[in-house]
């Protein structure tokens, strides 16, 4: 079965052939110390193996998802018309069991996989995302390429679901799209982050801001609230008024990490497409153990990693475990609350405290 997808300014035309985009026959890959995704030890011999990024469906329209709470970092951007998409990394291929519904790929999470060096999982692409793609000449597995060979048609939830709300994958499958495109599974790897060192007691926010419901808005459509439980120390993301949840675990999704960065967004002149400024950066907030501090964050050139500082510029050290990153426009960033805590954001960017 052929994939009939529409995405955000697409071309018709197929990518260019990548040349030598992950081709590491001739570099000498080195081994990571620790888990370069979740900064937690290793587990297992293999330290070259390359994590895995695939692009999730978000809109209200594809819930339930299947395989995102198993994600060892979860981004999330709006892409067109107020929806917002996910990019699930995951730090071992084989942790990927039934994962989608997959949908296209978006040039600014391709900004945020090219650093780690992941291999790429998508059906179709905007024409941004294709450009960016062939000029790094990075090998990827697209849908729209390789069918049913690396993806799996839900012909039941396609009864009461649209076609493209209903793709998925698993690990078998990615094999097999791996295989076909003769993508290299080792290579050398980067840190998503500045974990702190997992032997060591995690880094608390002492000079932090109490926070432990946290609500914000990508868009007039897409909504986002974090809650955190002391007990398991972790936030648990509701979207669109509900629990985000993975019907295939059958749990909600739960971080140890979150990070809520904002930046300009404006439209690409397609009129459709957003347009995300990574190369300036912006202003944000880490949330970890129930507490904020404001943060500054900057990329620049899309294979650049993402860098974390403080307000003067000191690195933060950002604790082991799994990651939630959700990007906003400036714009949203008045609608940031937070239940006890937060209640607004003044002109300075700093979030105050409640009275």
Same mark, same amino acid.
């Given at each position: 079965? *052929?994939?009939?997808?529409?995405?955000?300014?697409?071309?018709?035309?197929? #990518?260019?052939?990548?040349?030598?985009?992950?081709?590491?026959?001739?570099?000498?890959?080195?081994?990571?110390? $620790?888990?370069?995704?979740?900064?937690?030890? *290793?587990?297992?011999?293999?330290?070259?193996?390359?994590?895995?990024?695939?692009?999730?469906?978000? #809109?209200?329209?594809?819930?339930?998802?299947?395989?995102?709470?198993?994600?060892?970092?979860? $981004?999330?951007?709006?892409?067109? !018309?107020?929806?917002?998409?996910?990019?699930?990394?995951?730090?071992?291929?084989?942790?990927?069991?039934?994962?989608?519904?997959?949908?296209?790929?978006?040039?600014?999470?391709?900004?945020?996989?090219?650093?780690?060096?992941?291999?790429?999982?998508?059906?179709?692409? #905007?024409?941004?995302?294709?450009?960016?793609?062939?000029?790094?000449?990075?090998?990827?597995?697209?849908?729209?390429?390789?069918?049913?060979?690396? /993806?799996?048609?839900?012909?039941?939830?396609?009864?009461?679901?649209?076609?493209?709300?209903?793709?998925?994958?698993?690990?078998?499958?990615?094999?097999?799209?791996?295989?076909?495109?003769?993508?290299?599974?080792?290579?050398?790897?980067?840190?998503?982050?500045?974990?702190?060192?997992?032997?060591?007691? %995690?880094?608390?926010?002492?000079?932090?801001?109490?926070?432990?419901?946290?609500?914000?808005?990508?868009?007039?459509?897409?909504?986002?609230?974090?809650?955190?439980?002391?007990?398991?120390?972790?936030?648990?993301?509701?979207?669109? !008024?509900?629990?985000?949840?993975?019907?295939?675990?059958?749990?909600?999704?739960?971080?140890?990490? /979150?990070? *809520?960065?904002?930046?300009?967004?404006?439209?690409?002149?397609?009129?459709?497409?957003?347009?995300?400024?990574?190369?300036?950066?912006?202003?944000?907030?880490?949330?970890?153990?129930?507490? $904020?501090?404001?943060? *500054?964050?900057?990329?620049?050139? %899309?294979?650049?990693?993402?860098?974390?500082?403080?307000?003067?510029?000191?690195?933060?050290?950002?604790?082991?475990?799994?990651?939630?990153?959700?990007?906003?426009?400036?714009?949203?960033?008045?609608?940031?609350?937070?239940?006890?805590?937060?209640?607004?954001?003044?002109?300075?960017?700093?979030?105050? %405290?409640?009275?």
């Amino acid at each position: 079965m *052929l994939l009939n997808l529409t995405a955000c300014g697409r071309s018709n035309e197929p #990518s260019a052939e990548p040349e030598s985009g992950n081709d590491v026959q001739n570099v000498v890959v080195e081994e990571r110390e $620790y888990n370069y995704i979740t900064g937690e030890a *290793l587990k297992g011999s293999d330290n070259t193996q390359r994590p895995v990024a695939v692009m999730i469906d978000n #809109s209200k329209y594809a819930q339930p998802q299947y395989g995102t709470a198993d994600a060892d970092i979860i $981004y999330e951007m709006v892409t067109e !018309g107020g929806i917002t998409r996910l990019m699930a990394v995951f730090d071992k291929l084989d942790d990927i069991d039934r994962l989608g519904p997959v949908r296209s790929a978006r040039d600014q999470f391709i900004q945020f996989m090219l650093p780690l060096n992941a291999i790429y999982v998508h059906i179709g692409a #905007s024409i941004y995302a294709n450009d960016m793609l062939n000029f790094y000449r990075y090998q990827n597995i697209d849908g729209l390429y390789l069918g049913v060979s690396s /993806f799996d048609y839900d012909e039941t939830r396609a009864r009461t679901y649209a076609h493209e709300h209903c793709w998925f994958t698993e690990a078998d499958l990615i094999r097999n799209g791996i295989k076909a495109t003769g993508i290299n599974t080792t290579g050398n790897l980067y840190p998503a982050l500045n974990f702190a060192d997992y032997r060591e007691a %995690p880094v608390t926010l002492d000079n932090g801001f109490d926070a432990t419901d946290i609500s914000f808005r990508f868009s007039d459509y897409a909504d986002t609230t974090m809650h955190y439980d002391a007990a398991t120390n972790k936030y648990y993301k509701s979207q669109f !008024g509900v629990p985000h949840m993975d019907e295939h675990n059958n749990c909600q999704l739960s971080f140890d990490n /979150f990070l *809520l960065l904002n930046t300009a967004v404006v439209l690409y002149p397609d009129g459709l497409c957003t347009a995300f400024d990574m190369t300036q950066g912006g202003e944000g907030y880490y949330f970890y153990g129930g507490k $904020y501090i404001p943060v *500054l964050w900057q990329k620049g050139e %899309p294979e650049n990693p993402l860098i974390i500082t403080d307000l003067d510029g000191n690195p933060v050290q950002i604790n082991v475990g799994k990651s939630y990153i959700a990007v906003i426009d400036d714009a949203m960033v008045e609608t940031i609350t937070a239940t006890g805590a937060v209640q607004s954001v003044e002109d300075n960017g700093e979030v105050q %405290p409640a009275e």
